[in-house]
């Protein structure tokens, strides 16, 4: 979901993985170019950082909850140059795939539960 507008799977729904080992947020193709627009932002373009302020919130919904990533995370930015951290996965035999990398991971404390097959989220805190 970004601000008012919802992202459906044509496949009924998602398979999520989260990777450390992955700094962007992973779409698959067939979504990719409707979370830019609604972004309201060209993807091959750098920014300057300005635009976090003019940018809308991602919500991942994980179940019943929905996960809040703000420009500022899901924007990365390096010497006053914004870039979208969001990219569109490549041809994967499913497209049913969303990873779940750093900059959500940096958003979000992310408790693996195996014992009782389950994972928990929580914000990390300020100190």
Not at 36 to 43: N, Y
Not at 44 to 62: E, G, N
Not at 87 to 109: K, M, V
Request: with cysteine; aromatic share 14%; net charge negative.
């Amino acid at each position: 979901m970004i601000g008012p507008e919802t992202v459906k799977s044509p496949y009924g729904g998602w398979i999520v993985m989260f990777d450390s080992g992955t700094s962007r947020i992973l779409v698959p193709s067939v979504i990719y170019d409707e979370f830019v627009s609604a972004t309201g932002i060209d993807s091959s373009l750098a920014y300057d950082s300005v635009i976090l302020s003019k940018l809308r919130t991602i919500f991942i919904q994980v179940e019943n909850d929905l996960l809040p990533i703000p420009p500022a995370a899901y924007m990365i930015c390096e010497e006053g140059y914004c870039f979208f951290g969001l990219e569109a996965t490549p041809n994967l035999p499913s497209q049913a795939y969303i990873i779940l990398g750093d900059i959500f991971l940096r958003e979000y404390y992310t408790h693996f539960d195996f014992g009782k097959n389950r994972i928990g989220f929580a914000k990390p805190a300020v100190l």
